[in-house]
C-alpha cells in the first residue's frame, strides 16, 4: 500500500507561481515514475509532466517552458514548481507513482488532488 499526500496549491494571480509536492509512504521498494495530472472543470484529465528515477522529464506543450518537475529520491517525494500561471492553468492538480512494494509487487497510486485556481 503506498500512499501520496499532495500540498501547495491555493489561488494565485495571472503571472504568478506555485510550489506543488506529493511526498510516497508506505512499503515502497522503488519508485520508477512519478507525475503530475490535471483535471479542469468541463475538460479530460490531461498529463502535465513525468519524471523518471533517471530524472528523465516528459512535460505537456500546454506547460513546456513554464512548470518544471523534479523530485528527491531520498524522500520518496516529486515537485512541481509552476510559473507564470494562466487562468486556463486552473484546475485540481493530482500526484502519480509507479513502482514496486518490498514484497515486490507492483503498484501504481494517485493522490487525493489540490486545486490550483489562477485568478484576479
Known amino acids: 500500500q503506498v500512499q501520496l499526500v499532495e500540498s501547495g496549491g491555493g489561488l494565485v494571480q495571472p503571472g504568478g507561481s506555485l510550489r506543488l509536492s506529493c511526498a510516497a509512504s508506505?512499503?515502497?521498494?522503488?519508485?520508477?515514475?512519478m507525475g503530475w495530472y490535471r483535471r479542469a472543470p468541463g475538460k479530460q484529465p490531461e498529463l502535465v509532466a513525468t519524471?523518471?528515477?533517471?530524472?528523465?522529464?516528459n512535460y505537456s506543450d500546454s506547460v513546456k517552458g513554464r512548470f518544471y518537475i523534479s523530485r528527491d529520491n531520498a524522500k520518496n517525494t516529486v515537485y512541481l514548481q509552476m510559473n507564470s500561471l494562466q487562468p486556463e492553468d486552473t484546475a485540481v492538480y493530482y500526484c502519480?507513482?509507479?513502482?514496486?512494494?518490498?514484497?515486490?509487487?507492483?503498484?501504481?497510486?494517485w493522490g487525493q488532488g489540490t486545486q490550483v485556481t489562477v485568478s484576479s
Open positions: 502519480n507513482a509507479a513502482g514496486r512494494l518490498t514484497d515486490r509487487r507492483d503498484f501504481r497510486s
Open positions: 508506505g512499503s515502497i521498494f522503488n519508485i520508477n515514475a
Open positions: 519524471i523518471t528515477s533517471g530524472d528523465s522529464t
